[in-house]
């Protein structure tokens, strides 16, 4: 009897222990189960959708019998006050790691110290929040070891845009007057995305010597109606006079190329249409003429990156600071 009683206390110490297996994770009949917590800053964007899908298909193809991913995902709906509640309880509910994609960069201070004294890794996607030194010196980022930032560096795909212009035969001078009169339409404009782009597609033709003259510049947040809003509008006010059209993002064009086409213009022809991400439809219009160029935004690079390093994380294995995915230019020429 006491051997039986022995015996069935070592099997309860032993079920206990595995109950308990290594950093927060659970583990049930030998696999370990990773908490992941994943914060979008609004599931309605083009791009984002792309990439969080890519997220959890990564996770899931990473999965074995001893380890599993439960993911939690969650929809920021571009409220810095909703996101920060969400990092919250991702942190009530002891996630092994947390990926977030800001709503806001100015808030990254408060969202790394929370995860940081909770002791969970963090990794940042797609919104850089920048040190006093630009990029790669944000100090939340550098001076803790479980933070990093998995993103893609803008100013290479304003230039792209840039170049892209510049390889037309007239380099985007339409009318042949010695200057590019342009539209220029921004995103978020608190996002670095949308302040490079912005700025580095021009200087890509003012370093080249190319006169520039900016018709309309106006903020479309990413968005396609707004992206056609803005567009239309230009176009009514300054009808032939505009010879390019620049988006910080595919989504705004596609909502440019409707305005174009319903004011009788052809890209291609009297007007250029440049954006970024290489939406599958907009790779389609560069292909057929309707876009004259975009740039690929690698959503399964950067994804795969971010995943990537947080299971490096969850091994305790040390990370490096910054991940850099690179854009790739894409116009009729990517095609052959
Ligand atoms: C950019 C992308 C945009 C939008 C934005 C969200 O990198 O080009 O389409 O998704 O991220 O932060």
């Keep these: 009897m006491k051997k039986l009683i022995s015996l069935l206390l070592v099997l309860a110490l032993a079920l206990t222990l595995v109950a308990c297996g290594g950093s927060g994770a659970s583990s049930t009949s030998g696999a370990k189960t990773y908490k992941v917590g994943v914060a979008i800053y609004q599931y309605n ?8 899908q890519e997220i959890e298909n990564y996770f899931k193809t990473l999965e074995t ?36 994609n800001l709503v806001q ?27 006093d030194n630009g990029d790669e010196s944000y100090e939340g980022i550098i001076n803790n070891p479980k933070v990093c930032y998995v993103g893609a560096d803008a100013r290479q795909s304003g230039t792209y845009q ?3 212009v510049l390889a037309l035969p007239n380099k985007g001078d339409i009318n042949g007057d010695g200057v590019v ?24 033709l003012t370093d080249a010597g190319v006169k520039v003259n900016e018709l309309v510049k106006n ?27 620049f988006c910080n993002n595919d989504g705004m064009a596609l909502g440019a190329a409707a305005a174009i086409e ?32 975009t740039v690929l935004n690698d959503h399964i690079g950067q994804s795969h990156a971010a995943v990537d390093a947080a299971v490096a994380a969850l091994k305790g294995e040390a990370l490096q600071n910054y991940y850099w995915v690179d854009y790739v230019k894409v116009d009729a020429s990517y095609f052959g």
């Design 105 to 131: 960069t100015s808030s990254a201070e408060v969202i790394i110290d929370k995860v940081v004294a909770a002791d969970i890794p963090l990794i940042l996607i797609n919104r850089e929040p920048l040190g």
């Design 219 to 245: 903020v479309g947040n990413w968005d396609q109606a707004k992206g056609n809003e803005i567009v239309d509008a230009a176009l009514a006010q300054y009808g032939k006079d505009i010879e390019v059209v």
């Design 181 to 204: 009169n342009y539209v220029m339409v921004v995103g978020d404009p608190e996002n670095p995305d949308a302040q490079y782009r912005t700025e580095f597609s021009i200087k890509a």
């Design 45 to 52: 964007d083009n791009f984002m959708t792309l990439y969080r």
């Design 262 to 293: 319903k004011h009788g213009r052809k890209v291609g022809e009297d007007i250029y249409l440049l954006g970024v991400d290489a939406l599958t439809e907009c790779q389609e219009m560069v292909k057929n003429g309707t876009m004259t160029g």
């Design 65 to 100: 019998d001893d380890v599993k991913y439960e993911i939690t995902m969650v929809d920021g709906k571009n409220d810095m006050a909703e996101q920060t509640n969400q990092i919250d309880t991702f942190i009530t509910q002891k996630m092994d790691v947390i990926i977030c």
């Design 162 to 164: 840039g170049e892209i």
